[in-house]
């Protein structure tokens, strides 16, 4: 497909993604806890739709997955305790591996065995490396379990996008890569809560870069796809 020529509904519901998410961030502001709860859902529920409006196809389904389990994240955390944290925190994990998976199948056809062998010896030193960190401020083995995967897979599409895109397989996945950034930003907010205790302005930017990274990543991913099509 040619990118200059998405569906009119692909900017539609991105605007209404873009709408709904700026007034999330501004009833976060507003500690406006009830109205959030309504509009919470409804902005990745846009961003959704956009994707399903550009085309709905089996080759996009990893795509499809890492959003709505990203929906089903953003409904756990509103809520409190451990166990709402974590099953939160799970939904995210999946989000990001079938994100990952997405960027692999879109490039499978130029990865040979290196790639493969040099993504699982990075991923699993990022899992090493983020061990000590997480379960120093979880005290939980099952937490810091669950969070060490999430931190080690989100840097591994980072380091693949990066990878890509030097080796010249899109021109595109520059802005998955900025939307991985955005996403680092957000996930520090709350490390900075866990350690140092919760502030408000964290929550405000958390949610910010939050919603800047799944746009970027929607669409990265979406002019990433169309480029091969």
Known sequence: MNNALFPVGVYVF?????????????????????????????????????????????????LYLALVFGLAGDVFLMGKGKKVFLSGGICFLL????????LGWMYRSSLNWVWYVAGVAIWLLLQLSGHFVWYRLSKSHLLSGVWMFYFATLMMIFVSASSFMIAGFGPWLFLIAIGLVFFMISDT???????????????IVLIATYYVAQGFLAWGYLLSFGTLS
């Open 95 to 102: 989000g990001h591996v079938f994100y990952l998976l997405m």
């Open 189 to 203: 907010m709350i490390a900075v809560n866990a350690v140092f205790g919760h502030k408000h302005i964290n929550d």
């Open 14 to 62: 991105f605007g209404l993604f873009f709408l709904s998410s700026i007034g999330e961030v501004i009833l976060t502001g507003l500690k406006l806890k009830i109205p959030r709860m309504v509009v919470k859902p409804i902005c990745l529920i846009f961003l959704l739709a956009m994707l399903f409006c550009y085309a709905i196809t089996w080759e996009l389904l990893p």
